[in-house]
């Protein structure tokens, strides 16, 4: 059973910064791309970052610039930095990972974000 346990989600002000983790239990991790998802109150989960196995980065416009995703192969952990944080960051935040060779989906159980005015 695959596990994701996000954490370092919390309450900023604008204009602050955040550092989430996610560590994957299991051996899957090495062979999985792995994503940063939101989803805000009444709105539909949006990607935020990928990362690929080869450490291949993606982001939505409205974070680049101002986050970055990285992984360590050797914690299972995959990380997303966030700066410049503002209100339209808030969100629940979903750790993912997706195995190619399976087509097995993975999500965590999320963290909250807050950012404050």
């Known amino acids: 059973q695959v596990q994701l346990v996000e954490s370092g989600g919390g309450l900023v002000q604008t204009g602050g910064s955040l550092r989430l983790s996610c560590a994957a239990s299991g051996s899957i991790f090495r062979f999985a791309d792995m994503g940063w998802y939101r989803q805000a109150p009444g709105k539909q989960r949006e990607l935020v970052a990928t990362?690929?196995?080869?450490?291949?980065?993606n982001y939505a416009d409205s974070v680049k610039g101002r986050f970055t995703i990285s992984r360590d192969n050797a914690k299972n952990t995959v990380y997303l930095q966030m700066n410049s944080l503002t209100p339209e960051d808030s969100a629940v935040y979903y750790c993912?990972?997706?195995?190619?060779?399976?087509?097995?989906?993975?999500w965590g159980q999320g963290t909250q974000v807050t950012v404050s005015s």
């Open positions: 990362i690929t196995r080869g450490s291949y980065t």
């Open positions: 993912n990972a997706y195995v190619l060779s399976t087509l097995n989906n993975y």
